[in-house]
């Protein structure tokens, strides 16, 4: 079975930084890409930032220039810095991964993995 443990959520006051963390465990043959989604009360889960296996990055408009995805591969870890935050960043933030299992003595397809999901609340 795979898991995707995060923590680092929290609440801070506008302008404030907090750290996410994600820790993916489990049979992994290999991991695809990650990506950082949210979901705000009432609105649509969207994507917040993603990394390939390559190291390529992709970010939210809205969040560019303020937050930085970066990956420890010894670990399986990857991090989302978010600084400069807004009440509007407000949401539950969940960790994704697109990776491949073992099966025995063979990779399964690819899917989609997530964690439980954390709450980042931005006061004004």
């Known amino acids: 079975q795979v898991q995707l443990v995060e923590s680092g959520g929290g609440l801070v006051q506008a302008g404030g930084s907090l750290r996410l963390s994600c820790a993916v465990s489990?049979?992994?043959?290999?991991?695809?890409?990650m990506g950082w989604y949210r979901q705000a009360p009432g609105k649509q889960r969207e994507l917040v930032a993603s990394?390939?296996?390559?190291?390529?990055?992709n970010y939210a408009d809205s969040v560019k220039g303020r937050f930085t995805f970066s990956r420890d591969n010894a670990k399986n870890t990857v991090y989302l810095q978010m600084n400069s935050l807004k009440p509007e960043d407000t949401a539950v933030y969940y960790c994704?991964?697109?990776?491949?299992?073992?099966?025995?003595?063979?990779?399964?397809?690819?899917?989609?993995?997530w964690g439980q999901g954390t709450q980042v609340t931005v006061s004004s």
């Open positions: 489990g049979s992994i043959f290999s991991i695809n890409a």
């Open positions: 990394i390939t296996s390559s190291g390529n990055t």
């Open positions: 994704n991964a697109r990776l491949r299992v073992w099966l025995g003595l063979r990779a399964g397809v690819e899917d989609d993995y």
